[in-house]
């Protein structure tokens, strides 16, 4: 009975190759959302979605697009992966996109780019 | 840019011991929220204090929060070797919330 939980844990791929990461939460929430955490362990939102729409789209390459097929899902698929791309992926779901909710997150997917 | 910026970066005590991290943020938040992540794991959300609010108090856990210094801090009282893991603050503005690069705790048996 996971709440949040995303495939796969690790991704090891080739530089230029397509993948991608999926999550799905079954705490019924509205809002779900992709995180980057680099080797520094710096955590740095890079889209939300809200009831299957786009709510945040932060300053990220369009390499990268978020598909929302229902509230319960949120996958990322990243083309023409670069090294720079290696970092862990959290997904991370809360009841609503307003402000005084937890966020609930994901255990992460390591993706290493060679 | 980063809004959390957690001081310090590592902190290592003997189990027992009261841990204090703090944290600085730059822009207006809503509230702010603690976070704990295990070697390996995802974040796991410890405790939410509103920008109205100035202490608030969770089983061992203990959060202040300045918004005139806009800062916050965050004590774990009698440390146990479990309580090993990096500790994030997060602002939280309009719809986001803005991670800082965590304290990394090492509580030693």
Known sequence: DTAVSQT???LVTQ????KSIKCEQNLGHDTMYWYKQDSKKFLKIMFSYNNKELIINETVPNR???????KAHLNLHINS???GDSAVYFCASSQAALSYNEQFFGPGTRLTVL | SQQGEEDPQALSIQEGENATMNCSYKTSINNLQWYRQNSGRGLVHLILIRSNEREKHSGRLRVTLDTSKKSSSLLITASRAADTASYFCAGQGAQKLVFGQGTRLTINP
């Open chain 1, 15 to 18: 530089m230029g190759n397509d």
């Open chain 1, 8 to 10: 796969p844990k690790y």
């Open chain 1, 81 to 83: 992966l670069e090294l």
């Open chain 1, 64 to 70: 990268f697009s978020p598909k929302s097929p229902d």
